[in-house]
C-alpha cells in the first residue's frame, strides 16, 4: 500500500506523472481538440479523470489517503502532466 505524507513532493509528481488515466484522457481529448485552446479544457478534464482515479485507489484500499493538502497538489500536478499530453496528442493528430 503506499501512503501519502502531508508533504511529499516526489511521491505526488510521480502519481501525477504515471497516473494512466490522466495520460489516455488528456492524449485523446489533445487529439480530438479542433482548437489549441481546447488543450487547456482537456488537461483540466484528465486532471479530474486522474483525481477521479486516485480516489476510487483510496476507496478501496491501493492508497492510504490521509494527508491534508496533499489532494490538492495532485490535482494541479496532474493538470500540469494532462496539459503535456493534451498538447503532444494535438500536434500529433491528423490536420
Known sequence: MIAINSFDPWTLV???AL?????????????QADQASKVLIAGFAASCAGFLLYWLGGQVGVFAIHAIG???ALF??????GLAWAALGYYLRKR
Open 76 to 81: 494541479v500536478i496532474g493538470f500540469f502532466f
Open 19 to 31: 497516473n494512466p488515466a490522466i495520460i489516455a484522457v488528456a492524449f485523446w481529448m489533445g487529439r
Open 70 to 72: 496533499g489532494e490538492a
Open 14 to 16: 510521480l502519481l501525477a
